[in-house]
C-alpha cells in the first residue's frame, strides 16, 4: 500500500501539469452538467414494509390519480379582530386573493374556503387550498410569485395570510454562520502551518473536490429524485474531510522535509505514509455511510451514498492534486525557519507535552474521569423520542410556521395532523355499511375530534377516511392513538368484515420513527463489525480496534445527549435559533452514526497510526506513544477545530436536519478528538502497554500485510525522543 501510494504521489509530482489539468476539466465538466439538470426535487422520505407506506400504495391502486404527487399550497386568511371571514367585505378580499391565482398555467383547482368547508367553527378563520398540475420541483417561479401576490393582496386588505405547501421553495441557503466555518478554517490552517501557501493549499483542493461532488449530486438529483439534504450532506461532509485529508499529507510532507529529503521523494513518502492513513480513514467513513442502505429508507440511502461519494472525490484529491500542488510550490509551502535551513521546533518544543506528561502520570484516573464526563453528557440520550418536525420546527419568521401556528389556533392542534384511514370493502355485501361501522369505531375512539365523510372510489368497494386527533402531529399522545387504533382494529374487522389501515403523514412518520429506531442496533453492529476488521489489518493488533470502537460509541452518546437536550429540551435553544422543542428528527440517530463513525475512526488512524509507525520501527510500546502523539497531535487537533468549525456553521443552517446534523456532528468530533483519542486513547495504550499490539500468531498468518507504517519507504530507527517525559511515567 505505500510503496503503491508513495509511486503515484511521485508521479503527481513530476506530472503535475497534467494532473492539475484533469481536475480542472472533471470541474468544468461538472459545472457544464450541472447547469442542464433540474437540480434537487422535493420528496417525502418512504419506507417500504411500514403500514403506513402500504396503505399508501393502496390509495394509489384504488384511487387512480388520488396519489399522484402534484404540488399543493394552503393559504389560510384571518379576520381582523370582532369581524369573520364570511362577512361581504372580507368574503370579497378572499375571492380576489384567489382569483389573482386560479388563472395561472400551473393551478388545476383552487377550492376556497366557503366551498370547502373550511372555516372555524367562530368564523374568524379559514383556508383555501391550491392544487398544481405539475410535481413541486417543476413548479415556476411566476407560479410562487402569483401565490406569494395573492397573500400579499390579502393582508392589503387588513386580512391575516399565510401560505404553507409543497409548491413554496425550500431550498437550503448558505448562511454566514456556514462561511464563518470556512474562515476559521483558513485561521486553523494558518496558525498551524504557518505559511499562507500551506494553509491555503488544504483550502483551495477541498474547495474543488467539494465544488465536483456537490455538483455532481446535483447532476444526479434529478433522474434519482434526491432533495436538497443529500446535496448539503455532501458538501458539509466533503468539505471537512477535504480539508482534513490535504492537511495531513502537507503536513507530513513538511515533516520529510526537515531532513536530507528532496521534494519529489518527500512528496511520495508523504502519500505513501500518510497517505494510506488518508485512503484507510477514508474507507471507513464510505463503508459507514454506504452501510446506511440496509436500513430501508431510500432517503436515507441517497444521502449516505451522496456523501460516501463526496469522500472518495476527497481522498483522490489528497491523493492526486495535493501533491501535484506540492510540485508547484514546493518551498514554500514550508515555514519561513524552515526555508532558511532552521531547526524542526516542533521536534524541540511541543504544547502537547505538558498534557501528554499529565495523561503519563495519572493513566487510569484520566480514563475513569472521561469516561465519567462522557456518560453524564450522554445522559439525556435515554429520553430519545423520535419523529418528523414538520412546518411546526421552522422559525416564526417563516410564513409556514406562521401558518401552522394560525390553523392550530382555529381549529386545534391535531388539524395540522389528520390521519387517513383507507378501508378495503372489496368482498363486502354492502360496503357503505362496513365503512360506517369503521367510522364509527374511530369517531368513538378517545382523542379523535371528528372524522370526515367516506370518500369512495369509482368501484364503490374501497373508501378514504380522515380522523383528525385532538393533538398536534409531534404530540406522544398522537402516537399513542396511532396505536390505540390498530390495536382495536382485529376486533373492528372480524365484525364488520372488512380490512383498514391507519396512514396519513403523522401515521408515516411515527412508523418511520419506529422502523429507523429497530434498525440503529443492527447498523451500528454491521458498520461497527466491519470497520474493527478493517482497522485489524491496519494496525494489526485486537484490542486497538476494539478500544476504537468503544470511544465511538462514547462520543456518539454524548452527542446524542447534546441533540435531545437543545432540540427535544429545550436548553440553549434560543441560541441555535431552535424556536420550537419537539421529537429529534427519526433520521437523524442513524445519520449521526454512519458519519461519526467515519470521522472517529480518521482521528483514531491518523493519531494511532503514528504510534503503529514508531513501534513497527522497534520503539517500545511506551515510547510510541510519546513519539506518536507527538508527531501527530497538533494536526489531529487543527483538523478537530476545522471540523467543529465546518460543522457548527451549518448549525445555522435552516433545515432541522442540517441543523441538527450540523451541531451533532460538531459536538461528536470534540467529545472524539479531544476526550477519547487525545485523552482516552493514550492513556489506555499506556495501562495496556506492549499487549496494545499483540496479535494472535495465526492471525498475523492470515492478515494481509498493507504497510500503513511505510517500513517499504524508510528502514531507520526513529530517535528516542522526551526521555523526561518517558521517566515521568
Known amino acids: 500500500m505505500a510503496g503503491m501510494l508513495s509511486r503515484l504521489g511521485r508521479f503527481c509530482y513530476r506530472r503535475r501539469w ?45 384511487f387512480p390519480g388520488a396519489a399522484a404527487e402534484g404540488a399543493s399550497a394552503t393559504i389560510v386568511f384571518v379576520a381582523p379582530q370582532g369581524q369573520a371571514l364570511t362577512s361581504a367585505e372580507n368574503a370579497g378580499a378572499v375571492d380576489a386573493a384567489l382569483a389573482s391565482v386560479s388563472g395561472g398555467p400551473q393551478v388545476s383547482r383552487v377550492v376556497a374556503p366557503s366551498a370547502g368547508g373550511s372555516i372555524s367553527a367562530d368564523g374568524s378563520t379559514g383556508f383555501a387550498s391550491v392544487s398544481y398540475g405539475v410535481p413541486p420541483s417543476e413548479v415556476t417561479e411566476e407560479s410562487r410569485t402569483a401565490l406569494a401576490d395573492a397573500v400579499e393582496r390579502a393582508r392589503g386588505t387588513g386580512l391575516t395570510a399565510e401560505m404553507s405547501g409543497s409548491a413554496l421553495k425550500t431550498g437550503t441557503r448558505m448562511s454566514a454562520m456556514e462561511l464563518a466555518g470556512v474562515a476559521i478554517a483558513a485561521v486553523v490552517l494558518l496558525m498551524t502551518f504557518g505559511s499562507m501557501v500551506a494553509a491555503g493549499l488544504p483550502l483551495l483542493t477541498a474547495v474543488i473536490g467539494v465544488a465536483i461532488s456537490f455538483l455532481g449530486v446535483w447532476v444526479m438529483a434529478g433522474p434519482l429524485e434526491m432533495a436538497i439534504t443529500s446535496g448539503m450532506l455532501a458538501l458539509m461532509l466533503g468539505l471537512a474531510v477535504g480539508i482534513d485529508y490535504a492537511m495531513f499529507v502537507v503536513s507530513r510532507f513538511r515533516e520529510e522535509r526537515h531532513g536530507p529529503v528532496d521534494a519529489e521523494r518527500a512528496t511520495g513518502r508523504a502519500v505513501g505514509t500518510a497517505g494510506s492513513a488518508v485512503t484507510f480513514a477514508g474507507t471507513t467513513v464510505v463503508i459507514a455511510l454506504a452501510g446506511l442502505s440496509v436500513v430501508g429508507i ?29 510540485g508547484f510550490a514546493p518551498n514554500r509551502v514550508l515555514a519561513r525557519a524552515q526555508r532558511r535551513g532552521g531547526a524542526n521546533t516542533s521536534a524541540r518544543r511541543s504544547a502537547a507535552l505538558p498534557w501528554m506528561r499529565l495523561v503519563l502520570r495519572r493513566p487510569l484516573l484520566i480514563t475513569l474521569a472521561g469516561v465519567a464526563l462522557l456518560a453524564v453528557i450522554a445522559v439525556p440520550a435515554l429520553s ?58 374511530i369517531r368513538t375512539t378517545s382523542g379523535v375530534v371528528s372524522v370526515s365523510k367516506a370518500t369512495f372510489n369509482q368501484q364503490g368497494d374501497t373508501a378514504i377516511l380522515t380522523a383528525v386527533p385532538s393533538t398536534g402531529p409531534n404530540d406522544e399522545r398522537t402516537e399513542d392513538l396511532v396505536v390505540a387504533l390498530r390495536a382495536a382494529r382485529p376486533g373492528v374487522e372480524a365484525a364488520a368484515h372488512v380490512r383498514y389501515e391507519i396512514t396519513g403523514t403523522t401515521a408515516l412518520d ?61 436548553w440553549a435553544a434560543d441560541v441555535l435559533g431552535v424556536d420550537r422543542t419537539g421529537p429529534v428528527m427519526s433520521l437523524m440517530p442513524i445519520l449521526l452514526v454512519g458519519i461519526v463513525f ?6 483514531e488512524v491518523f493519531l494511532v497510526s503514528r504510534m503503529r509507525e514508531a513501534h ?59 476526550v477519547v483519542r487525545l485523552t482516552l486513547v493514550p492513556a489506555v495504550l499506556h495501562l495496556l502497554g506492549e499487549r496494545a499490539w499483540w496479535l494472535p500468531r495465526w492471525l498475523d498468518r492470515v492478515l494481509p500485510r498493507v504497510d500503513v507504517e511505510g517500513e517499504s519507504l524508510n528502514e531507520r530507527q526513529p530517535e528516542p525522543e522526551h526521555a523526561d517525559l518517558l521517566n515521568a511515567r
Open 616 to 674: 513497527a520501527h522497534g520503539t517500545p510500546a511506551g515510547d510510541a506513544i510519546v513519539t506518536g502523539f507527538r508527531q501527530s497531535s497538533k494536526v489531529v487537533v487543527a483538523a478537530a477545530v476545522i471540523m467543529i468549525a465546518v460543522f457548527g456553521g451549518f448549525a445555522a443552517a435552516d433545515e432541522p436536519l442540517i441543523k441538527m446534523v450540523g451541531l451533532g456532528l460538531a459536538c461528536a468530533v470534540f467529545f472524539d478528538a479531544f
Open 298 to 326: 431510500p432517503s436515507l440511502t441517497k444521502m449516505g451514498l451522496a456523501a460516501a461519494g463526496a469522500v472518495v472525490v476527497a481522498v483522490l484529491v489528497a491523493l492526486t492534486l495535493v501533491p501535484a500542488l506540492l
Open 598 to 603: 467515519g470521522l472517529a475512526m480518521d482521528y
Open 384 to 441: 430519545l423520542r423520535l419523529g418528523t418536525p414538520g412546518d411546526a420546527s421552522l422559525p416564526v419568521t417563516e410564513t409556514q410556521r406562521r401558518a401552522y401556528d394560525l390553523r392550530a389556533a382555529a381549529f386545534g392542534a391535531g388539524f395540522n395532523g389528520p390521519l387517513t384511514v383507507v378501508v378495503d370493502a372489496r368482498g363486502a355485501a354492502d360496503a357503505q355499511a362496513v365503512v360506517a361501522t369503521v367510522a364509527d369505531s
Open 510 to 570: 411515527i412508523d418511520m420513527a419506529r422502523k429507523t429506531q429497530s434498525a440503529l442496533v443492527p447498523y451500528v453492529a454491521i458498520v461497527i463489525g466491519l470497520a474493527v476488521l478493517l482497522l485489524l489489518v491496519v494496525f494489526r493488533s485486537v484490542l486497538v480496534p476494539v478500544k476504537a470502537a468503544l470511544g465511538f460509541l462514547l462520543s456518539l452518546f454524548a452527542a446524542l445527549g447534546v441533540i435531545v437536550a437543545v432540540f427535544q429540551w429545550g
Open 18 to 62: 497534467l494532473v492539475a489539468a484533469l481536475w480542472m476539466l472533471a470541474l468544468g465538466g461538472a459545472v457544464l452538467l450541472a447547469v442542464g439538470s433540474e437540480g434537487p426535487v422535493n420528496t417525502r422520505a418512504t419506507m417500504p414494509g411500514i403500514e403506513s407506506q402500504q396503505a399508501f400504495d393502496l390509495i394509489a391502486e384504488r
